[in-house]
Structure formats: structure tokens, C-alpha cells
């Protein structure tokens, strides 16, 4: 299949096609606990500003590496939140974290993507990481329990941060059958075979409630290394 | 009852019932005051453990704020996804040496109760399986039979246990208070302080370890979830103080036993054992014997009575004397048989004395020398008369009348009376040969005996009786005598019919006597 798709690209390369549509997240019980249970509270509330919107990410599986252009993007700590809160970034990007927030911030992740551990430092300061392995990052802030962050890290470009009303578009897709993922914080990923043909191909998703298995509740935790 | 036990219980029985009185208040008393003791020293002790381990518990968790963070929720996903324990394990040493040094247990476990990282002072102990992992409310637990304070801290992927031993602070709080402490879980003890008690004891009111006795309080604070923790002080002192009460209680009644018994020894050989004495000898005085003394010494009431008995004993000796002196010894247990006038017929010989020629014989006489003759005489004569079984019924002046046969029947007295007679004239010779001998003059004496049928008992007033025999033939025996030559004895035919075949006799003329219109039988004793 990988061969016919990389003939497609090389056979075709102005052939392209958009995959566009909305990733709906009907919120239940069990996101609504977790939520609740990230909700901001301690020392400082009065600093603390509502977090940034949590979109859906959207992605193509199991499509071969596309060499790109590393950017650079910056994630501050600011009102005692990750703003943006989710970001996808090429393979080899750089991200910098400066904290303009008056107090402290401890950002690191354990995630097998990355592993980075940023330290204490106020105001003004920034660090920043480059981000080689592709994957999900779970940031986490260790003096704020309740600081949540997501980069998604991807060797394609075949992938779309959606918007806040749930509307994505991949654009440039040579046409040719995937499988489609979707990903939002407080739920289960969900995979979805598409057909993309000449005209594009609209896929609506619906993310998976998890509130029957709570053992395997999990708060935005890594779910797929094939990006 | 004995007088003396009478005594010995008037003594032992009110001064024990004191004895008992005074322990049982003092045993209640102990009860009370040492037992309210030790019921506030156990509360005391309660509130400072709750204390102390309250404070140990909100030091534990100010402490351990760290583990509930984010770096240990991200950490042990990382070890429950991968399995790698690197990062969680570095974790845990940083922050335990954050604060000073690693707790003695701590664990993790994932959400299927999977262990990945152990810490227990019983280093081979099996994890507890997962049913009994602990409420995590309840901070006083146990883990591998240690007592812990725990908290554990619940993560998305794991929950981590960190537990602090508390043997140290339990050990303290026991030095401090002075009360034992017992920690069981589940019937197993945790922690004891006595080494010996085992939940099959008690674990509440009186607990027996050993010999020894405790007070036992279960009182799990409310984060225990252990049951029961049990405080428990040592009630030994309590029951020293109760065996010292008892046993001064058996020293006292031992004691008032003791007094008891001393008093009626006392009381015994003071009191009983003489009046004991005294009984027997009334007891032999009442059988005639007035020659009991009876000895007592001293000069109490008891020695006073003691020589009281003796000097009436003497007395009536004395009495009886002069009752064996005026009357024979058998008419006075006649009286002492029988006081009532009865009279009865018997046969009896009476023997009739008088002295001849006395009017002319005392004439110029001294009288108190008349009197020591007539004494010395009758003396002799009412010897030989006792020593032939006769009775010397009365002296009449210058003679006698003695009966045989009365008041008590004489076998053979006919010739018991003429051998009276026989004798009576043998001595009354050889008294005559003394007073020859002194230059004195001769008294000579008549006899008269006979025998018949006669009336005896007792004649006189209602107050004043004497014994005597009354009818016809004593009459005779009196005539017959006044017919005696001085040293002849006359017996009558009814006398001689009796004793004719062992007395010789000369059978005179007979002889006419006063009141009688015959004359009469009558014959000579010869020997």
C-alpha cells in the first residue's frame, strides 16, 4: 500500500485532495470529572486566567516520512496555563516556553516522545526544546498540578489542529485510502478509515466516551506513536 | 455454751465484723480512687496518642504534598506504561531526601494491584493482596504486621503508599504515660508493649497477662483502621493495695482470734477451771463428803469465793460432826432421806444402860468433872454399842438407849445387842481399873436388853424431831435394866429365845416390873 501511495505522489504530484470536516465531542460524565479534577485551585487564583481552547487534533496514519521544514513555536506559561494549550509542530521543530506569568513554573514531561525537565524561572525568561522523535508530549508544570499542555509532533504533513467549533481540513492529501485519526483531551482516540479521491473526502468524527472504563480513564495521555 | 467461749466469741465475732467492715470500705475506697485513676490516665493517654499521632500524621502529609504532584502522577505513568521504574524510583529518592530520608514502607501499585516498587522493614513480606489495601481515610493501619501511619496518594495510574512506622512514638508514648499499648489488625497483633498479651485476652475492662491485671480501654482514633488499639494500665498496684487491705483485714481478725483466745485462757484458768472446781467439790459436798477443800489462790472475787466454799464446807463439816455426834450417823441419813413423819413397825432389841449408885457416887463433886466422867463413859460405851452394829439412840443422863435393828434392819441384832452389852461392862471394868489407878471411885452400871416388836420413826415437832423407837417392849428393855445389879447384863425370854445357842446364860427368879401384872423372864449373860 505504501509503495502505490509513494507511485501516486511520485506519478502525480499536482493530484491533491482536502479531507475536511468536524470532530463533535458530546462531553459526558466522565470528561466532566476530569475536568473537575484539573480545575484550578491553591495558592494564587486570583492571577489565574480561563485555560486556552482544547481543539481536536486530526491526522493521517501510517503514512510514509515527509522531510519538512522545522518551525518554531512559542508556548508561554501565562495565567497559570500552557497557552496554546495544544500544538502539532513538524518533526524537528523548536518550541520555546517563556513564563511571563509573576510567579514560578516547573515544565517538564515524561512522555516517551520527550523527555525534558525545563526548571524554575521567573518572569521574562524563556527555554526552549527541540522536538526529534515524533509523538504526543504531555506537558505538565510541577508546581501547578492542574497545568495541562499537548504538543503533537509528526514526520507528514498530513495533519490539522481544528478549529474550536470542531472544523479541520488536511489539505494537499494525495488522493488514496488512510486511516484517519482524531484526538481530543479527556477522550479516547478515535480511527477511522477514509477514502480520498480527486474532489477530497468530508469526514466528520465523533470522539469515544471512555466514562464505562474508568480504570483506563486517562487526561490527554499519549495514545499514538504512528503519526 | 462454755462461759469462755461465750467470751471468745464476744470478742472475735464484733471486733472481725469491724475488721470486715473497715476492709470492705477500704477495698471500695481502692476501687474507687485507684480505678478513677487509672480510667483518667487511660483517657489522658488516649488524648495524647490521638494527639502525637494526629500531629505525626499532618507533619506526614505536609511533607508528602509532593507525591499527590504532578511530577509523581506523570512519573508513575511512565512506569505503569513502560515499565520502567527509573524515573518513579528517582522520584522517590529525591524527594525523600527532600525531607530528611526515605519512610520505612512505601509501594506502588498499578490499577490491577500490580506491584512495582516495595519498600517494608520485612523485606521478604508478601505484598498485602489487594482487598486489603486500606481505606484511605484511615491513616493508622499496618503493613506486614507494622503498625504505619499511611497516606496514599491515588494517580491516574497508580497508587503510591507512603508509610511511616510508628513503634518509636507508640514505645514513647508507653514511657510517658506509663500504660501499656496494643495495636491488633484484623486479630493480629501489630505492636504490643507487653510482650505476653494476645487479643484472645481482652481488649477491654479487666485483662489477666500473667498474674497481672490491667485496665483495658479499646479506643481506635477515628483514622484507625485498625482494631482494636488498646490502652491498658496496669492495675498491679491496685491490687497491692487490695492485698494489703485484705491481709491487714486476716491481721486484724487474727489478731482479735489471738486477743480472744488470750481472754478466754484468761477467763478459763481465772474463772472457769475454778468454778469447775468448785462444782465438783459441791457436787461432793452435796454427797456428804465435807472434807473437800477446794484450792483456788488469789485474791480476786474467784479466790474470795474459792476460801467462801472452803469455810462453808468447813462449816457444814462442823454441822455434820455435831449431826454424828447427836444423832447416829444412820438416823441422820434417815433424816436426810426422808423428813416426813412415817413411822413403821420392826423388831428391834433395845438395850437399856444406867450407871448404879450415881446420885451417891458424884455426890461432892466437882459437876465439870461429873461432866468429863460422864463424857469419858459414854464414850467408851457408844464405841463398843457402833463397833456391834447398835444405834446409841439417846443419852439419858447418867444411862443410855441403844437399838438395834433401827432405822435400818440388822441381821442377828438380839445377839449383836447382848454382845454390845458384854462389851460394855468389859470396858466400863477396865475404865474403873484407870480410875482406881488415879485414886478415883468406882462407878458400876446395870443393863437391860430386850427384843420385840416396836413403833420407830420419827417423833416431835413440825421443827424439831428426833428418831425413836415407842411401844410396850422398850418399855420392858427400860424396866429390866432397873433391874440389873451393877455389872449384870439381863436379857428377857423374847432376847435369850434369840441367842441361845451362842450365849451362856443363868436363868433368874422372874421378876415383876412396873405396868406388867406377871413377872417376867429374865436371865443372867454370862460371858
Partial sequence: MRLTLALLLLCSPQESATISGKVSAPEGAAQKKLRAKIKYAGPGVENHTAPDPSPAVVWLEKVPAVKMEPKTVEIRQEGLEIRPRVVAVPLGSTVKFPNQDDLFHNIFSYSKAKRFDLGRYPKGESKSETFDTKGQIDLRCEVHDFIRGYIHVFDHPYYAVAAEDGSYSIPKVPPGKYTLVAWKEFFEPVRQEVEVKADGAKVDVTMARFEDRPSDRKVGSACCDAR | MKFRTKIFLAIVLPSSALVAVAVVVALARITLEYEEQARDQLSRSREAFEGTITEQLNQLVALSKP?????????????????????????LDYQFQLVGGAPEFYELRDKKDKVLLRKSPERDAKPAPPQKWRDPEKALTAFDGHPFLAIRYEHEKGTLVIGKLITGTLSNLKKSFQIEIALVDHGTTVFSSLPDWSPAMGAEGAV????????????????????????????????????QALLFGAGGITVSILVAVLVSMLISTGISTPVETLVEAAHQVAAGDFKVKVEIGGQDEIGRLGSAFNEMTEGLRKRAEIMNKTLSPEVAEEFLKNTERRPERRTVTIVFMDIRGYTSGTEGMDPAEVMEMLNELMDLLSKAIVRNGGIVNKFLGDGLMAMFGAPKPVEGHALKAVRAGLEMQKWMARWNDRRVARGLNNFFSGIGINTGQAMCGKVGAQDRMEYTLIGEEVNL??????????????????????????????????????????????YEVLE
Fill in chain 2, 477 to 522: 428393855a427400860s424396866r429390866i435394866c432397873g433391874k440389873a445389879a451393877p455389872k449384870q447384863v439381863l436379857i428377857t425370854k423374847q432376847t435369850y429365845d434369840l441367842v441361845k445357842d451362842e450365849i451362856k446364860v443363868k436363868e433368874l427368879e422372874p421378876v415383876t416390873v412396873k405396868g406388867l401384872s406377871y413377872p417376867i423372864k429374865v
Fill in chain 2, 67 to 91: 507525591f499527590e504532584g504532578a511530577r509523581f502522577e506523570e512519573a508513575i505513568r511512565e512506569a505503569v506504561d513502560s515499565g520502567d521504574l527509573k524515573t518513579i524510583q528517582q522520584q
Fill in chain 2, 208 to 243: 489477666y497477662v500473667g498474674r497481672t491485671r490491667y485496665l483495658a480501654v479499646p479506643a481506635p482514633p477515628a483514622f484507625s483502621e485498625l482494631t482494636p488499639v488498646v490502652f491498658m494500665a496496669d492495675m498491679s498496684p491496685v491490687d497491692r493495695a487490695r492485698l
